[in-house]
């Protein structure tokens, strides 16, 4: 988007900006959890000086007593053990600044749709953010059926983006579930703003919101239109249920023209003569599958595209490194992912005419 990075994170990366950027990143952003605008960085020994800090801010021109404003932290430091205690302390020091200033204060409690602040404190550095996105990007609003094991929308515009996808060449994505990883490939190629899916973000809710500015942008956005022709997409699931729902979702995403179902196996799969990408997202044995049978999927997924994906590139996003080595095929990358704490990696298969397993 033409931002100078300042600063790299391991989950993030810093830039300065003003509440018009903040706005712009929350409607384009399509990998990002969260576009959060630095308040206070600082030293904090306890609870007690949290408060203090916190206090110091000047929430009354950020938050409107009528406001309702919740707080969430990640806290790993010696002199709490609840983050909740810590998340109590922020919410204090901020409803009792908003009090002091004008005699009321804001509701506050769990729920991410409104106002939300945001701290993070690792030992003694305390940081504390407005979370300018509310509910974390990932909620798109189109998944209105999760089906079994979805992938976060996030995570699936990652994947998607790691591959290179651009909506010129043909995608398949057999094991389509409720069709995440199809559904972010179409917003992709059409060059459709992701924001655009959403009517609430955490910035609406700032004091001086500028609504005027948020239509506009949106009325930009929503101009910006890919005029190339795009690709087939094709998804594929064993079970109706999924595929019933990915097209649910893929309608709210107003994307079902771009995208055709079929429940079948995944390696029945229609296939499109011109080559392109074939991604497949199986069950990986954490919260679903039973390894044994799972151990038979993935070799049957070496076999699919051995026997029918000569010349795609094939790709296979999982988290069991052991399960991937049923696949028996060489791969030419190993990109690693976070799926919430499970270490994945999205692998990738040059499948060339004549591509033999290692085995064999
Ligand atoms: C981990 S889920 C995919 C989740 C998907 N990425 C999403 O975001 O919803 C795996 C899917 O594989 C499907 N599946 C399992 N065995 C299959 C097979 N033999 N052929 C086709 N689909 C299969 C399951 O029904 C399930 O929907």
New binding site residues.
């Given amino acids: 988007m033409g931002y100078t990075i300042d600063a790299f994170r391991p989950t993030g990366v810093e830039i300065t900006a003003n509440i018009d950027d903040a706005m712009r990143l929350n409607l384009f952003l399509r990998t990002a959890f969260n576009v959060l605008v630095l308040i206070d960085a600082f030293q904090c020994a306890d609870p007690d000086e949290l408060y203090r800090r916190v206090n110091a801010q000047p929430w009354e021109e950020m938050i409107s007593p009528d406001e309702y404003l919740s707080v969430v932290s990640s806290v790993n430091t010696p002199t709490i053990n609840d983050r909740r205690f810590a998340s109590l302390k922020v919410k204090d020091a901020i409803v009792d600044r908003v009090a002091s200033v004008h005699g009321t204060r804001p509701d506050s409690g769990p729920l991410r749709e409104n106002f939300v602040v945001q701290l993070y404190w690792n030992g003694t550095d305390a940081l504390i953010f407005i979370n300018t996105s509310g509910r974390k990007l990932a909620d798109r609003n189109y998944r209105k059926m999760?089906?079994?094991?979805?992938?976060q929308e996030t995570l699936?515009a990652g994947v998607m983006t790691a591959t290179g996808y651009d909506g010129t060449v043909p995608l398949i994505n057999?094991?389509?579930?409720?069709?995440?990883?199809a559904i972010e490939a179409a917003l992709i190629a059409s060059g459709r703003a992701p924001g655009l899916l959403r009517d609430n973000f955490g910035f609406m809710h700032r004091k001086g919101f500028d609504s005027d500015a948020w239509q506009s942008m949106r009325r930009d956005a929503r101009k910006i239109r890919n005029r190339g022709i795009i690709a087939p997409i094709i998804a594929?699931?064993?079970?109706a249920n999924?595929v019933h729902a990915?097209r649910k979702n893929a309608e709210t995403a107003g994307v079902h023209h771009m995208i055709r179902f079929e429940v079948?196996?995944?390696?029945e799969t229609p296939m499109t003569p011109e080559r392109g990408i074939v991604v497949i997202?199986?069950?990986?044995g954490e919260r679903?599958?039973v390894i044994a049978e799972l151990e038979e999927?993935y070799g049957?997924m070496g076999d699919f595209f051995k026997q029918r994906c000569a010349g795609w590139t094939g790709y296979i996003?999982t988290g069991n490194l052991e399960l991937s080595k049923r696949v028996g095929l060489r791969t030419s990358r190993r990109i690693e992912f976070f799926n919430a704490k499970i270490d994945c990696r999205l692998l990738k298969y040059e499948l060339y005419e004549g591509t033999r397993r290692k085995d064999g």
Avoid: Q, V, W
């Fill in positions: 999760p089906h079994k094991a979805p992938m699936a057999p094991m389509c579930g409720s069709g995440t990883l594929s699931d064993i079970d999924a990915a079948c196996d995944f390696a997202n199986p069950e990986y679903m599958g999927t049957r996003f």
